[in-house]
């Protein structure tokens, strides 16, 4: 019978033992399996970002008086995100922008720019280039140039245009506007 009970103890021991390594390995398959599935999501994210692909360029400006520009050229229009109709583009997806306009007027008066660069409809950064004069006489000859660049956050469906008072000059065609996603929100 002694030698019974040292058997069953020997055998608890080592059923304890074999207990405690598989709750281990348990352990670490399931840290594993988190690692693997957290990874698969960065992964995934990672794909979605690469997919979002958001930039345009447009120029040859124009304006009937105080207004959106309107630009008749298309040099890029990636996602379809510049309507030319409407002279805005609109974000498709959340994230940081990044927008340059430079604004060139090449008629013969006094070459005025009073611009913004505006996000839904409010000023965000502004563009003025105003030719003196001296003793009433214009102190420059040539095209009036202003030009903004600006970084910022836009939400899904917000828009970007530019607009110009009825101060600028009217010969606009040399303005472009470009655009472009930086970092879409994951």
């Given amino acids: ?16 033992t074999a207990k ?49 520009l309107k630009f008749s050229q298309v040099r890029l229009n990636e996602g379809s995100v510049f309507d030319t109709t409407t002279g805005q583009f609109t974000s498709p997806y959340a994230g940081l922008y990044g927008f340059t306009a430079s604004i060139i007027e090449s008629g013969s008066g006094d070459n005025n ?19 003196g004069k001296i003793d009433h006489i214009r102190a420059t000859h040539g095209w009036g140039t202003a030009t ?9 469906g917000d828009s970007v245009d530019v607009w110009c008072n009825s101060e600028t000059g009217t010969l606009l065609y040399w303005s472009s506007f470009s655009g472009f996603l930086i970092n879409p929100d994951p």
Wanted: aromatic share 6%; with cysteine.
């Fill in 20 to 68: 405690k390594e598989l709750d281990h390995h348990t352990k670490t398959l399931n840290k594993a399996n988190e690692n693997i599935q957290q990874l698969t999501r960065r992964n995934q994210n990672i794909e979605t970002r690469l997919g979002k692909r958001v930039a345009f360029t447009v120029l040859g400006a124009s304006r009937q008086s105080s207004g959106i």
């Fill in 1 to 16: 019978m002694y030698h019974c009970d040292r058997n069953v103890v020997f055998f608890k021991a080592h059923q304890q």
């Fill in 148 to 156: 903004a660049a600006a970084t910022q956050y836009l939400g899904k």
């Fill in 113 to 131: 720019i009073v611009c913004d660069m505006r996000k839904n409809g409010s000023i965000y950064v502004s563009m003025v280039s105003q030719q």
